[in-house]
């Protein structure tokens, strides 16, 4: 009955919709209210199968090789951690990473499928207490349509630093919304951190299913979100006691990690303990980032071929020597992650020596791999972390190595493993571990940036001492994107950042 009605819903709204067309057309703000308001918010069921829909279309501005959370949030630290890969020496994140001369408005991705999912989230907010349905569902329904709205804005404005800031669904051509201005990006974090508020506010009722938001998830974007602007918006001391309360919700603990690294990524236990937001992937769906580790079959010996080394198309870049031997050297100390994130060995065709990203790779039982990881958004490491973070920037030293060494223990099978209680080399440390911990996963970049050290970081290894530093002398924006010019071109009303003109 439920899918007839569907049916006759899109039926109708495919009658109704042409008048939005233009608005869908011409613009990056993507009217994607498929069933219309006046068909649409009629009963419970109505409400029940938008919620679903809010996380469809989030999992979807992750669901490109070019804009996921490894892209966005980690491939622009650069040559120091990216490079050509070993056999075929090619590589595609110097558009990006390494020539940032080669980044402009022209080849940088597009940011609306982050609106379809701000949109979707919108039309919950505006229309849930029109269904009928119990206050405890449209409550429920208000906790994830504020979270993903703080979320998806959260990464925007990380990303691109002056967007439009869309609180309303787009439901008619006439709409601001339909042809929006970019919002200052102190009122962007402003709204993030009320939709937060507004979330908690609903109360304990986000449930614990791992590929919607949970309460840990929230808290976790509390926590992120706090620390982003102590560190990088000058807010001052309230937000670290804002990450404090956000962190000790969520329990810091070495009992919340796996024992076993690898186990995190596991394909067949994918909502494991560790995992605390992440979003449903498949053969069909994935964001497909992984295949710039494979390798075509015919560079590898036969023998080898998905045993152990990933086999798809050409491999774009792997880790810079330099990098890959950061790596080794913590393996040689005892580190147990870093056969995960390193696969390294003379497998190649012609006998030799190759390297790849174990990390997330998805299903290797083919021929070739089929790419249906999910992604993970937050897992309790980033946790610990953050409250090592949080705790080095309160000045109590001794408890940031205490958070640290828990992420240590289960790495190197040592207790307080790091010591040293001086100020630099508790943030070295911290820095290290992010390193350490995480590569591939999309949280090194906006660590680096938190922390400060993103500007001693040289992108670009063909230029010798030239810096993010450097580089912000002549672009202030040098960290976030630029606004694609195809945004530009479809809203007149859009500007393009300074520095980025």
Known sequence: MIMKKIFGYILTAALLVPALAACHK????????????????????????????IYDRLRDFFAANERNVFYIGEVRVGDYMWGP?????????????????????????????????????????????????????????????????????????????????????????????????????????NQIGLDIAAAEACGDVLGSEKYFGTKDALNMLKAEYALWMYTTRNGGDSYLTMAETALKAIGISSSKLLSDYSQVFSRTNRKNAEV???????????????????????????????????????????YSASFQQTLLDSK???????????????????????????????????????????LLYYRYAQAVMMDAELKYYQGKYSEANASLNIIAKRAYGKDNYYTSTAKEDVLNNIVKEYYLEFPAEGVIWWALIRTGKIWDMEPNSEIPGQTFATMREKNPNILLWPIPQSSLNKNPKLHQLNGWQ
Not at 46 to 51: A, G, P, R
Not at 101 to 125: H, R
Not at 362 to 373: A, W
Request: charged share 20%; glycine share 6%.
């Open 276 to 318: 605390i937001f992440a979003l449903n992937n498949t053969a069909t769906t994935a964001a497909g980032y992984q295949v710039y580790f494979c390798h075509t079959s015919n560079a590898i010996a036969s023998a080898y071929r998905q045993k152990p080394v990933p086999i798809s198309s050409t491999q774009w870049w792997h």
């Open 26 to 53: 011409d613009l990056d703000i993507i009217y994607d209210n498929k069933l219309t308001k006046s068909i649409m918010w009629q009963d419970p069921s109505d409400l029940e199968q938008s919620v679903p829909g």
């Open 85 to 189: 890969s070993l056999r075929d020496r090619v590589q595609d994140n110097f558009k990006i990473a390494c020539r940032h001369s080669l980044m402009n408005p022209s080849n940088t991705i597009g940011w609306g499928a982050a609106y379809k999912a701000i949109d979707q989230a919108n039309a919950v907010l505006a229309h849930a207490k029109e269904c009928r349905a119990t206050e405890a569902d449209i409550n429920k329904a208000y906790a994830h349509a504020y979270f993903v709205r703080a979320f998806t804005y959260f990464y925007a404005v990380r990303i691109w630093g002056e967007i439009p800031l869309n609180l309303l669904p787009v439901e008619s051509t006439t709409q601001e919304e339909c042809y929006p201005s970019q919002a200052k990006p102190e009122d962007v974090y």
């Open 332 to 374: 040689a100390a005892g580190d147990k992650r870093v056969d995960t994130n390193l696969g390294i060995g003379n497998y190649s065709a012609d006998g030799k020596e190759i390297s790849w990203c174990n990390k997330l790779l998805g299903d290797m039982s083919g021929s070739t791999v089929r790419f249906d990881n999910d």
